[in-house]
């Protein structure tokens, strides 16, 4: 069953839509990623990268086209971790955002169970290659499963309150199976 997972920017709701997804907003389009029974809002005009690493899948929705390097500055990352033991997920994503949230002085922290999953997040600033860069972390954890998500949408503290409209709308409508 893939679970719609709603995050304005610190509160968390669900809402279970048997594999129907609700239309886009405008401008955006759902890329879907068959292997993961999942699908992630993606602006128009945006370009999207897969990569595999041993267990880990990482999905970028970037601004910018990735280049040899993997560098961008504004966009998602999606990293997938489906080899975490079924309920120790949860205390890794715990202990993930609260290191992460401490070490970068995080200006916000939440968490919230969104039906069988448990999400955890920050905002933090950080250094980047050009300069300060904000980043809105989000990591979902599904004790069933194991399966860990790390969201993290980033984009330079001088750009950030545009790159946020969009960044926004992709981190409020997150379609993950909470099967997986």
């Keep these: ?22 239309p886009p907003p405008a401008g955006f389009s759902w890329k879907d990623v068959p292997e993961i029974s999942a699908a992630f809002l993606m602006p128009k005009g945006w370009h999207f990268k897969r990569e595999v690493q041993g267990d880990t899948l990482g999905l970028f929705i970037t601004q910018e086209a990735i280049g040899k390097g993997g560098h961008f500055s504004t966009g998602l990352t999606i990293n997938v971790f489906r080899r975490s033991k079924p309920g120790s997920a949860v ?16 200006e916000e922290t939440w968490a919230r169970d969104v039906g069988p999953l448990r999400s955890f997040g920050c905002r933090v600033k950080g250094a980047g290659d050009t300069g300060t860069v ?24 001088t750009s950030w309150t545009d790159a946020w409209k969009k960044g926004k709308k992709i981190m409020e409508l997150l379609a993950v199976d ?3």
Excluded at 1 to 13: D, E, W
Excluded at 93 to 106: L, S, T, Y
């Design 1 to 22: 069953m893939k679970t719609i997972i709603v995050v304005p920017s610190v509160l968390l709701a669900a809402s279970v839509l048997a594999m129907e997804l609700p």
């Design 91 to 106: 205390e890794y994503a715990r202990a993930f955002i609260a290191r992460m949230a401490a070490e970068k002085h995080a």
């Design 134 to 157: 904000v980043m809105h972390t989000l990591m979902v954890a599904n004790p069933r499963t194991g399966t860990l998500y790390l969201f993290i949408f980033e984009a330079p503290e």
């Design 178 to 180: 909470d099967e997986v």
